[in-house]
């Protein structure tokens, strides 16, 4: 069954997050388009549609319910880890375009025991110009989602200039939770299931009105290359094991 996932993000660079972070999920070999929120209404041909908590209420109110599935992506491990070691009582700035993620990633660090240090959120498209170059020249931590944190933002124009030498920047590369990762896959099995039905039930009624020797080997051949395929489908475990290593050593993970 040939089917369309749409990885849909405010913005391209949230749109290539996503679909990377499904790619680990489901693997290669089933293709994933990416789709810009205010482009969606030239995407309609798909039959589900992955986005973050945010961009929800806007997706659906062109795409049914039921087939969008919110993506939580959370920070791996390596990130936790770095942020626990910077010494206790440090500054370290909370760069985002918006509050709201902002207090999710400090609230994120509180839950995981860093409470050590001063989080100062760095809503920079929320602040003045002049504010947002006054906490960047004092900022020796720096820590935020890794495209923010990149010649994507920070590392270009005009933030760039107002950085210190010394600053130590550490990035958050964001992957699907646990819970998302089985939320996607049953999705998608839903769908490979519907498909996969119809194909045996065309094939059985063929069957029962077939004479024809060759037809018929085709047709079980066809049978049995249908049967190995939902065996290889029905093997889920290791895809939510990948998506749950993934959280802690991403970088060895084979997608």
């Known amino acids: 069954m040939k089917f369309k996932i749409y990885a849909v993000g405010s913005n391209q660079f949230l749109s290539d997050e996503i679909r990377n972070a499904v790619r680990f999920i489901l693997g290669s070999r089933i293709p994933i388009f990416n789709c810009v929120t205010s482009e969606l209404i030239n995407c309609l041909d798909g039959l589900v549609y992955i986005c973050n908590q945010s961009q929800f209420p806007l997706v659906k109110k062109l795409i049914p319910k039921d087939k969008i599935v919110i993506l939580n992506s959370t920070p791996t491990s390596q990130f936790y880890v770095q942020v626990a070691a910077i010494p206790t009582g440090s500054d370290v700035y909370v760069f985002n375009n918006k509050t709201a993620y902002i207090n999710t990633l400090i609230n994120d660090c509180h839950k995981r025991g860093i409470r050590g240090v001063n989080f100062l959120p760095l809503p920079y498209t929320e602040l003045p110009p002049s504010q947002v170059q006054d906490m960047l020249s004092k900022a020796h931590y720096i820590i935020g989602v890794d495209y923010l944190l990149s010649e994507n933002v920070l590392l270009s124009p005009p933030y760039i200039k107002f950085l210190r030498y010394d600053t130590v920047l550490i990035k958050a590369h964001r992957v699907g ?13 839903d769908y490979l299931k519907l498909g996969n039905s119809r194909k045996l039930s065309q094939l059985f009624e063929l069957l029962d009105s077939t004479t024809d020797t060759d037809s018929l080997y085709k047709m079980y051949r066809t049978l049995s290359l249908l049967c190995e395929h939902l065996r290889s489908k029905s093997k889920g475990n290791s895809i939510i094991d990948k998506s749950t290593l993934i959280q802690i050593i991403p970088e060895k993970i084979d997608i």
């Open 177 to 189: 939770s646990v819970i998302s990762a089985c939320k996607i896959i049953t999705k998608v099995n």
